[in-house]
Every structure is written in structure tokens, then in C-alpha cells.
């Protein structure tokens, strides 16, 4: 199903996560106070925020070390007010309840730590949290003013009273700490607010290969024979150089002749004028593995474990890359300029490979080229016209990339062919692409999704003819990332906290996880793969099927269940039919096996008994309302229904579906919204939930 209780959202989903985070807070507080638990709706609410708008891959379920810090030492001081006089919440301890929680409803994701390690990880910083919340420095700058109000007698609710103080404060007549607002200021010009964290796309599962093989095939790169050889020619008695630090002519010529760096040395006086080999000593300093001191090229000592692992050397090579862009692309002389790329050449570099990671067909040049020329108007503040002058700055920058691009093949990080571009990568026709795509568009927006631009743009249709001609007039380049490249740069996107998941991580994985994961993040043949895999490792298929079901049947969440369900059915492939129509005798799951096989137009409501007809409309509500997120969302939900709703509610109820405490939630939903019987039983209710959470509104 495409809708169901994730814990992952678009940054524009607003609505979605709104309604899912609201559902989440009201659930832990009920399950804390059956368990006797610590809580804070307030607290919870506000973790699930940082997970989803501070954080570069937003998954809810996934609490690392490094989140737990953050949220605690960073994000709550700078974006949480408590006004002198507030009761202070258990922070640490809401938190420690929303990770079991989390645990115990199936929503942790399993590529992330234990939950005993996301609970050390708690214990570690909880005594650090309160010197965090009263330091000024890390304070946001809406924080400092309210609480540098507050603390002036200044009653910060109101709105008047603030306005006057913000009127004084810019008049210069209010004290302030100034050596805290300068810090804070810092913080915000060096990018380093949380706030300020961009979503990252997520990616498509990769298959890779056992690194055995990825180092069988980093030991035939020539690239890393060339380093290792430099290395070792260098040895840890040094090679002397140049008062400049280059090598000397003697030397180079050796080393052009040992390495093949392929250099014409005829006529050259100066090493300088030995491209390649310059690149690759600068390669070489760049990975660690030689350094120049007191006039002597040395091989680095703490290389020599990397030096004997071709996959680490290679990855070593790989990471360098970033830092090669004087070498590569930087101005020969006083007589050249450097490109566009120069100046933005690390995020562009980054851009390029994030944008062939796991792509499941190899990209046009014609269509990357556009995508880096998108990137460069953005950056440079360039309009969409194409005069000669921004075409000569374009084509410098593009033989630039090429020039990165040619590195990367020699690597070994990415493969070209020729051939016919895949038909993803052909221009879409604005002009008939519907209300969605906006008129006022920028062109350089609207050029990259179809290179068309408005339909009434003369200019912008002949650009977007000449692009479509180019990818379908014959053969052009295709560029692919190796799984060498491949394996590289998902080291990377996981360094920088991006979710890039590979098939065969969740061999281990509980069955729900497992699921969860699948329904969440995987096209269906990748979920087959994956799943024959977890199955596999298990040994007995029959136990492992047996694992799954019950996992779907622990479900807390009914729309989760449901594409839980979903997914494991359409993974099994011919198997999935037969196992829905097995669990329709089902007593726990047969609501959810009956929806999947009428979804799948497996099973028409003519086939259904009238006893399966009320489970499939109860199953529908109870998903309705958590869709809308429970409370007053399920409310309003029902509430525009009308009569129609209070006959459904109604036969739902006198239905056999097993999930006899969403049913009640129904029923007091119903009696709220329609004005059914039982609404003092729904009141009573609601003022229990309501009783966990903290009266407290956000301040930021």
C-alpha cells in the first residue's frame, strides 16, 4: 500500500508527518503509562521533529550514538525554551521511553543500533543535558531573545509586551549577554545551526559483490599499482626533491619508465612538466600514504596496513579524489583561468557520483553535463540565456569535468560506453504535463525536468527540441559507476548520516525489521532479493514463513501491518497469492489478507462472506484513522462523512475483527465526532491521553 504508517517523510510532507507524529506521541503515552514509564508528550514530540527535520536521512526509527548527542546537547538548547518558573521535564528519561517504544512496536529500524546501545548511549550524555540547556551559547537566536526578555521581566506571551521589548532591544536600551549572541551568531553565518540541516534524496538498494571480490578487482586497478609503487620507491628513507617540493628531473624519469605513467620526458627540464606523474604524486600525498619533509619525499609509516589491503588502498584513492582539484583542474600559469568547476569542484564531484549512485540504468553524458550546468546557475548566479560568453564558461567547465571523469575511469570508479540512452532520461513535454508543473518555473528548472520551460517560450522549446534530438539521434556516452565506485561511495553517504541501502544488510534482521524495511525503502525486485536472502540464512523455509507471519501479526500499527503484508506477498512471488488466501482463515490476520487480495483484485467483495465484508470495512476504518492521525484528525475525518460514517462505524463495530482496542478507539472517535452513544466514555478517555502530555507549547 502506498500510504501507511511510516517513519520516514519528505521534507514536504508536513501534513503526513504531522498526522503520523501525533499518532506516534499519543500511543507512547498510553504505552508508558501501561508500563509505568517516564514520559513527556511534549519531549517525544520534539525528538521525532529533530529525527525528521534535522537530520539528513529522517529516519524516525534509527537512534545512533551521534543522534542521541545532538538531540540532547544541540538541538534541544537551541531550539527548546523553558521560561524561568517552567517545571523541567525528565528529558533523558522520555527519551530512554520513546527508544523502547519504539523497540516494542516493531518501528526501530534494525540497521541501527540495539536498543541497549541506543540506551547507553542516553546514560552517557544524560548528565550533560541540563549544563547544555542553560548554555547560552547554544542557545538559537529566537531562544536568546525570549529568554533575555523573560528574564527581564518581560512576559513573553504576550504579544504586545514582546514587541515593545523587541522594539527597545533594537534601540540599543536592553542588556544582553553579547559574548552568547556573538557565539550564536557564529554558529548561524558557519552553517553549523542544526536547522539549517538539508534532507538528503534517498537511494535506491545496490547489490555488491563479498569485498573479497571488490579487493581482487581494487588489486588490478592500475591506479593502485602506480601508488604502491610510488610508495615503495620512496621507502622510509626518502627521496630528496626540489627546494619547491617536486622531484627531481633524474628521478622523475625514473619513475615515469617504473610506473608507465605514459609522460613524454623528451626535451622536459623541469618535473613540472610531467602532468601525469605530477597528479599522481600529489595523489599519493593526498591519500597518506608519501609526505615531503626537510627536502625528502617519505613514505608515511602508518600507510604500510593500507598499502598491503587493495581495497583500503583503493578506497584510500578514492576519498583522495576530492582533494585533487589544483592538481587536476587548477591553472597551469598567470596566462589561464580556472573554470566554474574549480571554484565548486567538491560539491559538484559529490553531486555527480550521489547522482549515479544506484541508478538502475547507466546515465547520458548529455543529460549529466545538464544536470552540473543546473548546479553552476545556481551557484553563479548565471541566467538561463545561452550567449556566447556563458557558452565558453560552460564548455571550459565541461572539459574540466571530463578531465575528473577520465581520473574516475582510470580508478577504476566509474565505466563509459556508448548507446542509446535509456528512455528515463528523454525530456518530458512540459506542454502537456498538467497543472503540477507551474508556469512560472524557472527555466533553468523547468530545462532540466523536460528542457522545455513554459510552452509559450519559443527559445526554451527549440533548447528542449535540440536535447531531446541529442539523446535520441544515436549512441552517446553512458557513464555507470563500478560496484568498485559503487562500494565507495556508499562508504561515504553513510558518513555523513544518508540511509544507502545495500541488498544483504538485513540477513540478520528480525522479521519485522526486515519487513518494515522492505515496505519502506525497496522496489519489489530488490524485496525479492533480499528476502530469499533473510530466508535463506534462516535454513528452514517453512519456520522462516512462520517468523514473518507472526511478525506482521505483532504489528502495533494496523496500516504498517497492512504493507507489511503487502510487501511479503509481493516478494514471494508466486507463493504471495497462496499465503493471503491461507491467512484469510486466519482469525488475527484475515482482515489484512482479505484487503490485500481484494487490492490486488485477487478476490471481488461477491466472493467475501458477509462476515469477511464487515472485517474488510472495520480494517479500512481502523487504517482511516491512523492515516489521519488519531484524535481530532480521525474526528474531522468522520465528521465530514456524516451519516454515512455513523452506519459504517456501526456495522464495523458489530464485527469479528480482532483488534478489539482500536475498535473501542472507534467507537469513542465516533461518539465524539457524530455524537453516537458513548461520548462520556469518549470524554473520560480523552482527558487520560491527554494527561501524559506536557502543557507546554514550543518555542523556537
Known amino acids: 500500500m502506498d500510504e501507511f504508517m511510516r517513519m520516514r517523510f519528505e521534507p514536504e510532507a508536513e501534513e503526513e508527518f504531522e498526522a503520523a507524529c501525533g499518532l506516534l506521541v499519543d500511543r507512547l503515552v498510553r504505552w508508558a503509562g501501561e508500563q509505568g514509564l517516564t514520559v513527556d508528550g511534549f519531549t517525544a514530540e520534539t525528538a521525532l521533529d529533530y529525527r525528521h527535520r534535522a537530520t539528513a536521512d529522517g529516519r524516525l526509527g534509527l537512534w545512533e550514538s551521534r543522534h542521541v548527542e545532538e538531540f540532547l546537547l544541540s538541538w534541544l538548547p537551541q531550539q527548546v525554551t523553558e521560561l524561568p518558573g517552567e517545571e523541567r521535564a525528565d528529558v533523558p528519561g522520555t527519551l530512554r521511553t520513546l527508544l523502547r517504544f519504539l523497540h516494542a512496536a516493531r518501528l526501530a529500524d534494525p540497521r541501527g543500533p540495539s536498543l541497549q546501545d541506543s540506551l547507553g548511549a542516553v ?10 540547556m542553560t548554555d547560552r551559547t547554544r542557545w538559537g537566536l529566537a531562544k536568546f531573545w525570549a529568554m533575555t526578555a523573560a528574564e527581564q521581566g518581560v512576559d513573553v506571551q504576550d504579544g504586545a509586551a514582546f514587541q515593545r521589548f523587541a522594539d527597545r532591544a533594537q534601540r540599543g536600551e536592553v542588556a544582553y549577554d553579547q559574548q552568547a549572541l556573538a557565539a550564536i551568531m557564529e554558529r548561524r553565518l558557519t552553517g553549523r545551526a542544526l536547522s539549517g540541516v538539508a534532507r538528503a534524496e534517498p537511494q535506491l538498494p545496490v547489490m555488491l559483490p563479498p569485498d573479497d571480490e571488490l579487493r581482487r578487482r581494487a588489486e588490478a586497478s592500475t591506479t593502485v599499482a602506480r601508488l604502491r609503487g610510488l610508495t615503495e620507491w620512496a621507502g622510509q628513507g626518502g627521496r630528496p626533491v626540489t627546494a619547491t617540493g617536486r622531484l627531481r628531473m633524474a628521478e622523475a624519469r625514473e619513475l615515469v619508465d617504473v610506473l608507465g605513467t605514459g609522460d613524454k620526458i623528451e626535451g622536459v627540464r623541469s618535473s613540472a612538466d610531467l602532468p601525469r606523474l605530477g597528479l599522481l604524486v600529489e595523489w ?56 566554474m568547476l574549480f571554484d565548486v569542484y567538491e560539491d559538484i564531484l559529490d553531486d555527480v557520483l550521489n547522482t549515479l549512485y544506484s541508478l538502475p540504468y547507466p546515465m547520458p553524458w548529455p543529460r549529466l553535463r545538464d544536470t552540473v550546468h543546473l548546479a553552476y546557475r545556481a551557484s553563479f548566479q548565471l541566467d538561463a540565456g545561452s550567449d556566447p560568453q556563458h557558452r565558453m564558461w560552460f564548455e571550459h567547465a565541461d572539459r574540466d569535468l571530463r578531465a575528473v571523469l577520465d581520473l574516475l575511469v582510470d580508478l577504476g570508479a566509474i565505466e563509459r560506453d556508448r548507446g542509446m540512452a535509456d528512455p528515463v532520461f528523454l525530456d518530458i513535454d512540459l506542454s502537456d504535463a498538467g497543472p503540477e508543473l507551474p508556469a512560472d518555473m524557472p527555466p533553468e528548472f523547468a530545462e532540466l525536468l523536460g528542457g522545455a520551460g513554459p510552452a509559450t517560450d519559443p527559445a526554451a522549446r527549440e533548447r528542449a527540441d535540440a536535447r531531446r534530438e541529442e539523446l535520441t539521434a544515436g549512441p552517446v556516452e553512458l557513464i555507470r559507476l563500478t560496484e568498485l565506485g559503487t562500494r ?17 544488510e538485513l540477513a540478520q534482521a ?95 467483495p461477491e466472493d467475501m462472506t458477509d462476515a469477511e465484508q464487515l472485517l474488510v470495512l472495520a480494517e479500512s476504518l481502523l487504517q482511516l484513522v491512523e492515516l489521519a492521525g488519531g484524535g481530532d484528525g480521525a474526528e474531522e475525518m468522520l465528521r465530514a462523512q456524516g451519516p454515512q460514517a455513523r452506519d459504517a462505524v456501526a456495522a464495523a463495530l458489530d464485527s469479528a475483527h480482532p483488534d478489539r482496542a482500536g475498535l473501542d478507539e472507534l467507537r469513542q472517535l465516533a461518539a465524539r465526532a457524530l455524537g453516537t452513544h458513548g461520548a462520556g466514555v469518549g470524554r473520560a478517555r480523552k482527558a487520560r491521553r491527554s494527561s501524559g502530555k506536557s502543557g507546554r507549547k514550543r518555542r523556537r
Open 284 to 339: 599519493a600525498k593526498k591519500a597518506r600514504l608519501v609526505r615531503v619533509v626537510k627536502g625528502r619525499l617519505y613514505a608515511v609509516a602508518k600507510a604500510r596496513p593500507v598499502l598491503a589491503d587493495p581495497l583500503q588502498l583503493w578506497l584510500r584513492a578514492f576519498d583522495a579524489c576530492f582533494e585533487l582539484r589544483q592538481a587536476l583542474i587548477g591553472a597551469r600559469s598567470g596566462w589561464h583561468v580556472e573554470s
Open 488 to 504: 565507495a561511495v556508499r562508504q561515504r553517504l553513510l558518513a555523513v548520516g544518508r540511509d544507502a541501502p545495500v541488498v544483504g
Open 123 to 132: 546514560d552517557r550524555v544524560a548528565d550533560q543535558h541540563l549544563a547544555a
Open 510 to 604: 528480525s522479521a519485522a525489521g526486515l519487513l518494515g524495511v522492505l515496505a519502506e525503502d525497496y522496489d519489489p525486485d530488490a524485496a525479492r532479493t533480499e528476502l530469499a536472502g533473510w530466508i535463506t540464512a534462516r535454513g528452514e523455509r517453512e519456520g522462516a514463513l512462520r517468523q514473518l507471519t507472526d511478525a506482521v501479526r505483532s504489528m502495533t500499527f494496523r496500516t504498517r501491518a497492512q504493507a507489511t503484508l503487502d510487501v511479503l506477498s509481493v516478494a514471494l512471488d508466486g507463493e504471495g497469492e497462496g499465503m493471503l488466501r491461507t491467512l484469510r482463515r486466519d482469525t488475527q490476520l484475515a482482515p489484512l489478507a482479505l484487503n490485500a487480495l481484494a487490492h490486488r483484485e485477487l478476490l471481488s
